[in-house]
């Protein structure tokens, strides 16, 4: 009879029950990969890559932000979002300002430039994002988001 703990076991890479093919990280990383390299290939046409496409989605769905809530958003150091966000800037899709209440918080917003890459990058990549849950039902994209999103949350900080 298998115990719920050998069960487990499997996934767990220290044990010696343990399966690749079992373990949810492996296709994480494996997703994640093959969705980099599929979304890289089709920005790079666009002169676009994932770092400013993740900048810009955040702006567009949060408004005005600081550099530490895209930081926090895109899971990136804040010195890495400083150095892209003010690359975006010297190329026209955002602004900066100081913020009003906090003179050490700078504010980024989309331009108009800004906005009209959005609507080209979305053009060029809904093919991936249709594809990639072809098959899926709302119920279950809906469970595999709660479902990450737990797993996210069990995670250690940094």
């Not at 400013?52 to 530490?68: A, Q, T, V």
Request: charged share 30%; aromatic share 8%.
């Amino acid at each position: 009879m298998t115990t719920p703990k050998k069960r487990m076991s499997r996934y767990d890479p220290a044990s010696e029950n343990f399966k690749k093919e079992e373990f949810p990280f492996y296709w994480l990383a494996r997703l994640h990969g093959r969705y980099s390299m599929a979304m890289e290939k089709v920005l790079k046409k666009i002169d676009m890559d994932i770092p400013r496409w993740r900048i810009l989605f955040i702006l567009k769905e949060n408004g005005e932000s600081s550099i530490s809530e895209i930081s926090v958003h895109a899971i990136a150091k804040l010195s890495t979002i400083t150095k892209i966000v003010y690359r975006m800037k010297a190329d026209g899709l955002v602004e900066t300002n100081t913020s009003a209440s906090d003179g050490r918080v700078t504010e980024v917003s989309l331009t108009q430039q800004g906005r009209d890459t959005i609507e080209e990058v979305q053009r060029c990549t809904s093919d991936i994002f249709r594809n990639s849950f072809k098959g899926l039902t709302q119920a279950q994209i809906n469970k595999l988001n709660a479902t990450l999103e737990i797993i996210f949350n069990n995670l250690p900080e940094g």
